[in-house]
């Protein structure tokens, strides 16, 4: 299985504080992307990097991908209250099929204190 | 609306029932899925729909029936309703897909159900 797991499982900060969320994954990969879950919602995609770029910026989200390493890792900067929300990472493959579909990790739980 | 959207939201049943999980999207997306979310276990793919009439399986598909005689519609059917069914379930919807597609998927707001 080319699933990912995130990695810590959960994660408290303060506001304003940096959150750090890591993604691993086991096999090869077309690109990797990260989704935001708020309580009680669906998901929402955040970024997409592809296999052959190793950071991706969008506002204050930094996505790095090592796929030697087969590993990624989301950075949200100076985190709000309204972060507050289970970030998952998918990784879509690049087999006949396993590029049909995404296979998501567990999620990180991130709780942002006032 | 334009989007993807569920129905119902919440749903309770009892086992041994049939029940039929509804989802809508306006975007005319070729690829629909449905997943399950437990604790633990993340999402998980039970189907997924490449065109209509087009459908095959995912990670758990047993105990699940799927159907798409329309582009738009995406029914997921558990045939007969046990407790470990009891779990909440996302559609999504995605434009194309194939090695040289980025397109993402979208997610409709989920539907919550009990089986007791």
């Known amino acids: 299985s080319q699933q990912g797991e995130e990695d810590p499982q959960a994660l408290s900060i303060q506001e304003g504080e940096n959150a750090t969320m890591n993604c691993s994954y086991k096999t090869s990969i077309n690109n990797l992307q990260w989704y935001r879950q708020n309580s009680g919602r669906g998901l929402v995609h955040l970024i997409l990097i592809r296999s052959n770029e190793r950071e991706k910026h969008s506002g204050r989200l930094r996505v790095t991908l090592d796929t030697s390493k087969k590993s990624s890792s989301l950075l949200i900067t100076a985190s709000r209250a309204a972060d507050t929300a289970s970030y998952f990472c998918a990784t879509q493959g690049t087999t006949q099929g396993g590029s049909e579909k995404l296979v998501f990790g567990k999620g990180t739980k991130l709780t942002v204190n006032p | 609306d334009a989007g993807i959207t569920q129905s119902p939201r919440y749903k309770i049943t009892e086992t041994g029932r049939q029940v039929t999980l509804m989802c809508h999207q306006t975007w005319s997306h070729s690829y629909m899925f449905w997943y399950r979310q437990d604790l633990g276990h993340g999402l998980r793919l039970i189907y997924y729909?490449?065109?209509?009439?087009?459908?095959d399986k995912g990670e758990v598909p047993d105990g699940y029936v799927v159907s798409r005689s329309k582009t738009e519609n995406f029914p997921l059917t558990l045939e007969s309703a046990t407790r470990s069914q009891t779990s909440v379930y996302f559609c999504?919807?995605?434009?194309?897909?194939?090695?040289?597609?980025?397109?993402?998927?979208?997610f409709g707001p989920g539907t919550r159900l009990t089986v007791l």
């Open positions: 999504a919807s995605r434009r194309t897909s194939g090695p040289t597609s980025t397109d993402t998927q979208y």
């Open positions: 729909s490449a065109a209509a009439d087009i459908t």
